[in-house]
């Protein structure tokens, strides 16, 4: 039941994005600004009649992968050991690529919108809530700090994943404090990049330290 309810709510997403391109679609301009420069000024453009791909085209796609994943996990990497939280992982990408998109179209019909602010604080938002859960993740190739050494040993993916959960939600706040106070520029980036490389280096540091101790074979399964 529950991994039926976090496939319906992304198809509702999918659809309702789906119909948002529908009413906006007559409001656009014939070249639509799909990117933007640190300045929230747009530097990159496509056609109006590709805007379809970057909202309910990509969220179709990364739905069909949620849905694949689990059926492509070689085995003792399974996804199925942490089922819900991976759907509930993926269901938050699908969320941001609406939200995403909705400012997309909404900066397309015309509207003053500070695009830098609006998406740094929904990736900010993504990020404090992935830490939320990433203590549950199991060793998979899919989700996750999938580093060679947190790959290779169970007991350093489940530090790196407790540490990585600590840090996540400490980057994803000071993001969304960051935006809240409308600071503008790569400041607001610096939080998010240094969770994505913080826990890389700890899986490193904490595998050497078990090398180091041999702690690193012969160690009993924690499945």
């Known amino acids: 039941m529950m991994t039926s309810k976090y496939f319906v709510f992304a198809i509702i997403l999918t659809i309702a994005a789906s119909i948002a391109t529908v009413v906006a ?11 933007w420069d640190i300045h ?3 530097n990159g453009y496509s056609p109006k009649s590709m805007i379809f791909i970057f909202g309910p085209g990509l969220m179709t796609f990364f739905l069909l992968l949620t849905y694949a994943l689990p ?3 070689p085995k003792q990497f399974e996804v199925d050991t942490f089922r819900d939280t991976y759907l509930y992982i993926m269901l938050l990408i699908i ?3 609406a939200y995403t998109y909705g400012i997309v179209l909404w900066a397309g019909m015309g509207h003053a919108v500070n695009i830098g602010r609006a998406i740094i604080g929904g ?3 993504l990020f404090a809530l992935l830490g939320n859960v990433m203590g549950k993740i199991r060793r998979n190739f899919y989700v996750g700090v ?3 050494w947190a790959l290779a040993n169970e007991r350093v993916w489940n530090a790196t994943h407790r540490f990585a959960a600590k840090v996540f939600v400490i980057a994803g706040l000071t993001g969304l404090a960051l ?3 409308d600071v503008n520029g790569w400041l607001p980036m610096v939080p998010l990049m240094a969770a994505g490389l913080v826990p890389v280096i700890y899986s490193l540091v904490i595998y050497k330290q078990m090398e180091s101790r041999g702690e690193l074979t012969n160690l009993p399964s924690q499945r």
């Open 25 to 35: 679609y007559p409001h656009l301009p014939a070249i639509v600004p799909t990117h």
């Open 40 to 42: 929230n000024q747009p």
């Open 71 to 73: 059926w492509l996990s």
């Open 95 to 97: 969320t941001l690529l």
């Open 123 to 125: 990736i900010s938002l």
């Open 146 to 148: 999938r580093t060679p």
């Open 179 to 181: 935006t809240f106070f």
